[in-house]
Every structure is written in C-alpha cells, then in structure tokens.
C-alpha cells in the first residue's frame, strides 16, 4: 500500500508540474519533483534497502517517460541519489526546513550537474551537446522577446547552463519539505493502519 501511494503521489507532481508549466513559464526554475523522494528513502533508516532501490528505480522510469529524457537517465539519477544518501547515513538531513532546503539544493545542483555530464558523454559526436549560442528560454525568453522583438539576443552555453542547473536547484529545494512532509504522511499513515489492534475502534466508533 505504501509503495502504491508514494507512486500516485509521484504521479500527482509530474501531472501538476506539467500543467503549471503550460499555465506559466517556469524556466529555467523547473524543480526535480522525485529526487526528494529518493532523498527521504536513502536516509529514512526505517526504509528498507531493497525497498528503497527498487522504489528509486521506479522513480527513474516514471520520470524519463513522463519527460521525454532518454531511457536510464532518471534511472541511474535517482538510483544513485538514494544509494549516496543511504551510504552517507545524513541523519541530520530531515532536521529542520531550513536545512532540508541548503541540503536538497546542493544536493540537486550536484545530480543535475552529473546528469548534464552524461548527457553530454553520451550524446551524438557528430553535432555539439551544447551550442555555444541560444536563445534564452522561459520567463526570461518571454521577457526578451517582448522587449527586443526579433533581434533577441543569444546568451552563451554556460550562462545558458549555469542558469539551468542553478535554477532547477534551487527550485527543487525550496519545494523540498512539502515533498517530505507528504512522504513521512505517508510512511506513518500506512504504518499506523498495519499496526492497528483488531477490534479497535475510529473516532466514528466503528469497530475494526
């Protein structure tokens, strides 16, 4: 039962992210929805390894359907987020929102990074994985647009790169402790319910 509502809630963030971002332009501030999941899984000491690797695989797949990115992306982001956090044992990591928000931006500026590295790794040698000119996307394309027409100026890659990866790092962190808080919900919801003495009574008063 867990498993299924961690899945569903996975799916209620794609769905929400994908509609919020036709309603407005959120790049470059484009958070990583599920890595926070993988995050609590690695470092919840309750969570089984097995359990939690398999849920991360999981992630990876849902994520790399639902956004188009080539098959095994998300997969090998999530699964190595939770292997590291399970493997650093960063108790101290769901203390406080304050922390949780430094730590998951950090910690997600270094996946996006190592994601953008195997992208480029493993991209076709025949073309550049990165132009060294492009048009600035999102809000900011928006406002170019507006404000230069036609002749909207070209930042170059690393600006272009840089914004991307600060931005959706940062993003995934601020949204961090909503996804955290759910996630404890759930954990704690379906622990309760399988703990529960038979024969207890709800606040309804209806007999279990």
């Not at 599920?34 to 899984?41: C, N």
């Amino acid at each position: 039962m867990r498993n299924s509502l961690l899945f569903l809630f996975a799916f209620g963030l794609l769905l929400a992210q994908s509609s919020l971002s036709v309603l407005v332009p959120i790049h470059p501030f484009v958070p990583v929805l599920l890595l926070p999941i993988a995050l609590y899984l690695g470092v919840t000491p309750d969570v089984a390894f097995l359990r939690g690797a398999l849920i991360a695989f999981v992630l990876g797949v849902i994520s790399d359907e639902t956004t188009g990115a080539p098959l095994g992306y998300g997969t090998f982001l999530f699964v190595a987020t939770f292997l590291l956090s399970r493997v650093a044992a960063f108790r101290l990591f769901l203390r406080g929102i304050p922390f949780q928000i430094g730590a998951t931006t950090g910690i997600a500026l270094l996946a996006s990074a190592a994601m953008l590295a195997v992208c480029a790794i493993l991209s076709d040698n025949s073309r550049e994985p990165f132009p060294l000119e492009m048009l600035p996307g999102g809000w900011a394309g928006w406002v170019a647009d507006v404000s230069f027409g036609s002749s909207v100026p070209r930042v170059g890659a690393v600006t272009n790169i840089a914004s991307v990866l600060f931005g959706s790092a940062i993003a995934t962190g601020l949204v961090s402790p909503l996804i955290y808080a759910t996630v404890r919900r759930i954990e704690t919801f379906t622990l309760r319910v399988r703990t529960r003495p038979e024969g207890q009574r709800t606040e309804s008063g209806v007999v279990l």
